[in-house]
């Protein structure tokens, strides 16, 4: 006799009434925000107690699938080293530890490793561990680290000695992101974080002072984000007030910390700028009268005396600029792939470095020494694993230094990529990236999943990962959708997908399901969708608009409340995102949010087989969100596709820390795909 299906927790209704624009909004779960009460910790363990006994039967799967994707890894590695001054800093791992150990060389026969931190012994006891920075000292004597211990993104500044190996007095906690020395060797910049843990403030420590730490800068503005970095070039300390609309720039001369800093250029309505210092020049990228950004130039000793270095092509969008004492390197966007133009500034010749592939994903690298003229860069593509390279500026020839180990077999030739086009309602073309094992015939028979994110103008590379071999040696497609909200395609594919236009990003995931289920490349029953945190956002909108194309959805840290937390600025991070999602407040903004927001259109109707992942300590989308959402799916599914909740108990927006851990995360969402 089978065992019998277990029953779902229901949540208690304890209804929260408001009334907002004329309409009366009744919230029947907005008690689960409160924290501490115990019905709300008892109700998400027994969410995960129903998870665990749903998914009893996928265990033997979820090992097999963690077995053979820890052994694709190669457990013992570690990164190509960096040169910064006389030192080669790289990282590394070891079998059986969880996380990477940081480590520095000097060069030459007998040249002995030092181990500058092992974060393994730093998350020794803890549930949770994780760096906001690392950043060692100009004179390579001292380690100054950002540590998280929660998830929730409360940083602790800590400072070790490199030569003693002992961990100073000085100790800050509750900082934001962001961390720079200044040129003494003995300051340090830093950020903290209002009541809606918004990075506001700028910090000069002294290491040893018993004085208060001073402060730098402050901006009240609500929609602003402030952080602050050390220049490539050594000069600067350069701190940033940005919101996502507009920029201020200030300059602190690195070798006089105490100076005052200089303001670059006043925040303009609709200006966003970018400052990357080079010797006498400062080079800024700015979409001042350039929609697809242009590079400026000034004097370092007048900053405000922008003039133009890269004129705006409307074909090519501008993502940035590095510099470097005698070339500039631009990454620029190009039919949806990245590019890197290099100049010569002696000669004032420019080229661009090639690449072959359909579709690809290039990172340029940290690339901390000013004067090198390498160029260190990681390429890869859906098929071809992380290849790291040394592309020299002058003679134009690159070095392959390492490739990513991919072990059991694997072999790039049996997996093909192509790059697709979809027509959207309203005509535009959305790009498609995706790879599959050969052979491969297109008769609707593969399962597919389709990935996308669409929002912040956050680009998705089509890059490789080892983990996702598991499904594509299963027979499954894996498609990314590049939907607008994006900007693979330049800054108006960005703006198309936000604020009054953000149904376009909805409506992109669609129109790409229905052309890949149209060409045959999958159909309905095989189709399985995922995202993560605004990703999640659009899992839940499908989930409400079409829940017949898809037969599993995985929504990660899913942002599904959005009326209700864009309404309250006292949650992390709402003020600034007015200027991302609109205002609620505003009559326009709410009718908009409201015609999409997945926790304000669950309709009686039966959806498909869900799973939601979340962690409590989560700061950029609260755990309720996903738990409220899944409480009132439950009411109204009028299906019998199980509806799962996954709460990390001691995690936030990333999960799990450590790198076993979140191969048992992707296990068990693969595990949940593939047994459906």
């Not at 181990?115 to 012994?121: E, F, G, K, R």
């Not at 602050?228 to 001369?253: C, N």
């Not at 499954?476 to 990003?505: C, L, P, S």
């Not at 490349?521 to 839940?540: D, F």
Request: charged share 25%.
């Amino acid at each position: 006799m089978s065992a019998p299906t277990p029953t779902p927790p229901i949540a208690p209704r304890h209804p929260h009434i408001t009334d907002l624009h004329g309409e009366r909004r009744v919230d029947d779960y907005a008690w689960l925000r409160d924290r501490e009460n115990s019905d709300v910790t008892a109700y998400l363990e027994a969410e995960n107690a129903y998870t665990e006994a749903m998914l009893a039967h996928t265990k033997p799967l979820q090992e097999a699938l963690y077995a053979e994707m820890l052994a694709r890894i190669q457990e013992d590695d570690r990164t190509v080293p960096v040169r910064r001054g006389a030192w080669l800093y790289y990282s590394r791992t070891e079998t059986g530890k969880a996380y990477p150990m940081y480590c520095r060389m000097g060069e030459g026969a007998g040249a002995v490793e030092e181990v500058i931190l092992d974060q393994n012994a730093e998350a020794e006891g803890k549930e949770f561990y994780q760096l906001g920075a690392l950043e060692v000292s100009p004179d390579h004597r001292l380690l100054a680290i950002l540590e998280d211990v929660s998830g929730y993104e409360d940083f602790t500044l800590r400072v070790r000695d490199l030569e003693s190996g002992e961990w100073l007095s000085d100790r800050v906690e509750k900082l934001g992101f962001g961390l720079a020395w200044a040129s003494d060797n003995r300051t340090l910049f830093y950020t903290t974080t209002d009541d809606a843990k918004r990075s506001d403030r700028v910090w000069c420590h002294e290491l040893g002072a018993s004085g208060s730490d001073v402060e730098v800068f402050h901006d009240p503005g609500v929609l602003n984000n402030v952080g602050v970095h050390r220049a490539r070039s050594g000069a600067w300390v350069v701190i940033t007030s940005s919101s996502f609309t507009d920029t201020e720039v200030r300059l602190v001369d690195a070798a006089r910390p105490q100076a005052e800093p200089t303001l670059v250029r006043e925040r303009r309505t609709n200006v966003e700028y970018d400052v990357e210092p080079g010797g006498d020049w400062l080079y800024v990228c700015t979409n001042e009268n350039a929609p697809n950004f242009k590079v400026m130039r000034s004097p370092a000793g007048n900053p405000g005396a922008w003039e133009e270095w890269l004129p705006h092509r409307r074909e090519v969008f501008v993502e940035g600029v590095l510099v470097f004492q005698r070339f500039v390197v631009v990454q620029e966007r190009q039919r949806g792939l990245r590019t890197l133009r290099v100049t010569d500034l002696a000669s004032g010749e420019t080229h661009y470095v090639e690449f072959a592939q359909a579709a690809y994903g290039v990172h340029v690298g940290s690339n901390p020494e000013f004067e090198q003229t390498l160029l260190r860069f990681t390429y890869s593509s859906l098929a071809t694993p992380d290849t790291v390279y040394d592309y020299d500026l002058g003679s134009r020839q690159r070095a392959e230094l390492k490739k990513e180990p991919v072990l059991g077999g694997f072999d790039e030739s049996h997996y093909a990529v192509e790059r697709l086009e979809a027509t959207a309602r309203d005509g535009t073309m959305v790009p498609i990236s995706l790879v599959y094992r050969t052979p491969f015939v297109r008769d609707g028979s593969r399962p597919l999943l389709l990935y996308a994110y669409g929002s912040y103008g956050y680009t998705m590379e089509p890059t490789f990962s080892s983990q996702r071999v598991s499904l594509l040696d299963r027979g499954f497609v894996f498609a990314i959708a590049h939907v607008r909200g994006g900007q693979e395609m330049g800054r108006a594919w960005y703006d198309d997908g936000k604020m009054m236009k953000k149904m376009n990003t909805f409506t992109d995931f669609i129109d790409v399901a229905d052309h890949l289920v149209r060409e045959r490349y999958t159909a309905p029953e095989r189709l399985a969708a995922n995202g993560g945190s605004a990703g999640g956002l659009l899992m839940g909108v499908i989930a409400n608009q079409r829940p017949e194309l898809f037969r599993t959805i995985v929504a990660d840290v899913p942002f599904v409340d959005v009326v209700n937390t864009m309404l309250d600025a006292s949650i992390p991070l709402t003020a600034q995102e007015w200027l991302q999602w609109g205002n609620p407040n505003e009559p326009e903004a709410y009718a908009c949010i409201r015609a999409y927001s997945p926790y304000d259109n669950v309709a009686a109707q039966a959806y498909p087989r869900l799973l939601v992942t979340s962690g409590v300590n989560d700061s950029r989308v609260a755990y309720w969100e996903p738990a409220k959402w899944v409480a009132k799916l439950r009411t109204l599914n009028t299906g019998s596709a199980p509806i799962l909740l996954k709460m990390n108990m001691g995690a936030g927006h990333g999960g799990a820390s450590g790198r076993y851990e979140r191969l048992r995360e992707t296990a068990l969402r693969y595990a949940f795909i593939l047994g459906q």
